[in-house]
């Protein structure tokens, strides 16, 4: 089995920055996933890291270090419309992909 | 609208009472997944298919039963529901099961077992 734990809640003000820790346990690590998820829909990709280092897509950027176990989602230029729960999925051998609790951000104006 | 469809999207019933939630995709991936979530929890896994005829065990698969007879259906049964049953249920799809996979969601079935 695999532990995943990421913050419960979060809050920042609207253009700031903020970053989302995951740390996980597994065997068989193949690959780390962030999904977002508005209040009453359904989870939807935002990044993917199976490899050291930092990917960047517009104002999101997720980094993941394998050794540490850790990954961190990186949520820039905030916006109202980010407020969300950020989940933190870990892939563990082929088809189990276990999510964390989730991080709630709320932005404040 | 390419997608998956969950239904019913919300329900209310009797404990002890049979339930299938449905869920069909029409991406024709290969590989589809039944959650739930509740509070404080995430999303845990309940069963999977990786292809059509053919399925498996998730993190918590008691009390739930699945069938995958084609690429497009996978209903999720609860044979005799209880209480610690309700909870928000999210069908999923991928292409395949493994890797850089990205899964797709449907909008969800909150069920509520009294």
């Known amino acids: 089995g695999q532990n995943i734990d990421q913050p419960t809640e979060m809050t920042a003000t609207e253009g700031a920055i903020v970053q989302i820790n995951c740390t996980y346990q597994t065997s068989g690590f193949n690959g780390l996933f962030w999904y977002q998820q508005h209040a009453g829909e359904a989870p939807t990709f935002l990044s993917y890291n199976v490899l050291d280092g930092l990917e960047e897509k517009g104002r999101f950027s997720s980094f993941l270090s394998r050794s540490k176990g850790y990954s961190y989602l990186l949520l820039k230029e905030l916006q109202m419309k980010d407020s969300a729960s950020y989940l933190c999925?870990?892939?563990?051998?082929?088809?189990?992909?276990?999510f964390g609790a989730g991080t709630t951000v709320t932005v404040r104006a | 609208i390419a997608g998956i469809t969950q239904a019913p999207t919300s329900q209310i019933l009797a404990a002890g009472r049979r339930m299938t939630l449905r869920c069909t995709q029409d991406?024709?991936?290969?590989?589809m997944y039944w959650y739930r979530q509740d509070l404080g929890l995430g999303l845990r896994l309940i069963h999977y298919?990786?292809?059509?005829?053919?399925?498996g065990k998730g993190e918590v698969p008691d009390g739930y039963s699945v069938s995958r007879a084609n690429t497009d259906d996978f209903p999720l049964t609860l044979a005799s529901a209880v209480p610690s049953q309700t909870s928000v249920y999210f069908c999923?799809?991928?292409?395949?099961?493994?890797?850089?996979?990205?899964?797709?969601f449907g909008a969800g079935s909150r069920l509520t077992v009294l």
């Open positions: 298919s990786n292809t059509a005829g053919t399925t």
């Open positions: 999923a799809s991928s292409q395949d099961s493994s890797g850089a996979n990205v899964l797709t």
């Open positions: 991406m024709r991936h290969n590989a």
């Open positions: 999925a870990v892939r563990e051998g082929d088809y189990k992909l276990s």
